[in-house]
């Protein structure tokens, strides 16, 4: 079974500041790795997606993450956050026959000015 | 470019009434997801369609079902609703036919809200 792991449930931040949240999973067959932002009272925005090839992701809005197989990770990080970066950030795990997604709980970047 | 477009935004409705939403996928696209996501909570997966054969299903009550029709809409029909069934609904639809990894992409959600 697949399982993705955010630990962090909060992430508080001053603006302009770097940030990485933290997401590990599970798997047992060939692993696809995705982040998306959600924004308050909307849908859930693709960040960036890790399928195959080069281990460092670069998504939209200037986050990346990068892909550890040793250590299970796939991080979201961003060098200089700004307050429009204030939203619920998931990382998920896709696989199996019909590509479903899982889910973590999400993390919440709470920037700061 | 189109999205996936989900019908109707917002829905309010009384406890033990039905609902049904609606689901439109993107052209050419021959998979779709529902998901359910409570408030503070992450997305859960209830059931998903290919060629519109069931192709999964998780924590999907008895109470709700879908469907996927010919031309690829999907609708998940609820009853007898119970105020724990208010959350956002997701829609999600993709392209997996000959494909060994794909990207789904999510419609803006339904809010229903029961009362």
């Known amino acids: 079974a697949q399982s993705v792991t955010q630990l962090d449930s909060q992430v508080p931040v001053f603006e302009e500041a770097p940030v990485e949240l933290r997401c590990n999973y599970s798997s047992s067959v060939s692993v696809y790795l995705f982040w998306y932002v959600q924004y308050p009272n909307q849908g859930l925005q693709l960040l960036l997606k890790y399928l195959s090839g080069s281990t460092l992701v670069k998504g939209i809005n200037g986050f990346e993450a990068e892909f550890n197989k040793s250590q299970t990770s796939f991080h979201l990080r961003k060098p200089s956050v700004h307050i429009s970066d204030t939203a619920e950030y998931f990382c998920a795990v896709a696989g199996g026959a019909t590509n479903k997604l899982i889910f973590g709980t999400g993390t919440l970047l709470a920037v700061q000015p | 470019a189109a999205g996936v477009i989900q019908s109707p935004r917002h829905l309010i409705k009384e406890k033990r009434e039905t609902a049904t939403l609606k689901c439109y996928p993107i052209p050419r696209h021959d998979t779709v997801y529902w998901y359910q996501q409570g408030p503070g909570q992450d997305p859960q997966f209830l059931i998903s369609?290919?060629?519109?054969?069931?192709?999964d299903k998780g924590s999907i009550p008895d109470r709700f079902s879908a469907q996927q029709f010919s031309d690829y809409h999907s609708e998940l029909n609820m009853s007898s609703l119970e105020l724990g069934d208010s959350a956002l609904y997701f829609c999600?639809?993709?392209?997996?036919?000959?494909?060994?990894?794909?990207?789904?992409?999510f419609g803006q959600g339904t809010r229903l809200t029961v009362v």
């Open positions: 369609f290919y060629e519109k054969m069931q192709s």
């Open positions: 999600a639809s993709s392209l997996v036919r000959g494909r060994r990894n794909t990207e789904a992409f």
